[in-house]
């Protein structure tokens, strides 16, 4: 199963590959595509997000990481760190699996809880369909998250 995350903030999305680590966890890969209004664009971008997916990625030294762990995030939202990013903000999950996309809604639960899935409002769509109709997908998932 491959995965990428999509952040919507300030009228603009976010969007990245999340790999998954030899320990099972997955993390946030840093590089970030952002795309705004053009459907085709956010089908592009999250299906290249998708295909950039790793598995089996090493997993990093969280005791050595300091400060700001998305710093291209970050730079990309023009915002200082995190707590700021979250603020106003919506995640939608994206998962490929045989042949299938699904994008899960989440509800950002603010500061420190950060984001739980909404279950039952999930969205499907082939992989073979259209990068425009994948965007329609993911904007009305977006509508659907808190």
Same mark, same amino acid.
């Given at each position: ?32 595509? +952002? ?5 085709? !664009?956010?089908?592009?971008? &999250?299906?290249? @997000?998708? %295909?950039?997916?790793?598995? *089996? ?34 995640? +939608? ?5 045989? !042949?299938?996309?699904?994008? &899960?809604?989440? @509800?950002? %639960?603010?500061?420190?809880? *950060? ?32």
């Amino acid at each position: 199963m491959k995965h990428a995350g999509i952040y919507w903030r300030a009228g603009k999305l976010f969007v990245h590959s999340k790999h998954g680590m030899a320990s099972g966890l997955r993390a946030q890969d840093d590089s970030v595509a +952002v795309t705004e209004g053009d459907l085709e !664009g956010i089908g592009a971008a &999250i299906r290249s @997000k998708l %295909e950039s997916y790793l598995d *089996g990625a090493p997993v990093p030294r969280w005791d050595l990481m300091r400060g700001d762990q998305y710093p291209k995030l970050h730079a990309a939202a023009a915002v200082r760190s995190s707590a700021e990013f979250t603020k106003g903000a919506k995640y +939608v999950s994206a998962q490929l699996e045989n !042949g299938q996309i699904t994008l &899960i809604p989440w @509800k950002n %639960e603010r500061g420190r809880e *950060g984001f739980s899935p909404l279950r039952g409002r999930d969205h499907s769509i082939s992989e073979q369909s259209s990068d425009f109709e994948l965007g329609t997908a993911v904007m009305a998932a977006v509508g659907d998250a808190e």
